[in-house]
């Protein structure tokens, strides 16, 4: 079992299965959203428990997609594709080890030009 939390505790999480390898997201909207990049992997949604959803404010950034953060701390802990069976959990919201790596970058065409992806992992443009 996995398990996370939102920076004060308001919003905790299990996932009963195992996740996906993680992503890294550098697209224009991870990036306003996480202040860097988002990295997260996808669990079915119902493998997610959440204790204290009346704490989760939803964001919808698109027709397909609405972010999850926690109204008390602000942390980014869901992006959730909402017509699909999966979410995916933010990595940085995981208090118990997972036993994944991160598997790739993608939407690089929009990273910040601050920083340098120099960790060889398959790189995407979108």
């Known amino acids: 079992m996995i398990k996370g939390s ?5 919003v905790k999480f299990e996932i ?18 996480s202040g860097h990049f988002f990295a997260s992997a996808e669990a079915p949604k119902d493998q997610v428990a959440v204790q204290g959803t009346e704490n989760i404010t939803w ?6 997609v609405r972010r999850g953060f926690c109204k ?22 995981i208090d ?3 036993g994944v790596r991160l598997a790739k970058h ?9 920083y340098d992806i120099e960790d060889g992992l398959p790189q995407s443009e979108q």
Request: aromatic content about 10%; proline content about 5%.
């Open 59 to 64: 964001f919808q950034s698109s027709e397909k």
């Open 106 to 114: 993608i939407f690089v065409a929009d990273k910040g030009d601050y």
């Open 72 to 93: 008390v701390c602000g942390s980014s802990l869901f992006w959730d594709p909402v017509q699909r069976d999966w979410t995916a959990v933010a990595m940085g919201a």
């Open 6 to 10: 939102c920076m004060c505790g308001a």
């Open 96 to 98: 118990t080890p997972t």
């Open 16 to 33: 009963n299965s195992k996740i996906d390898a993680p992503d890294a997201c550098h697209c224009t909207q991870c990036r306003k959203q």
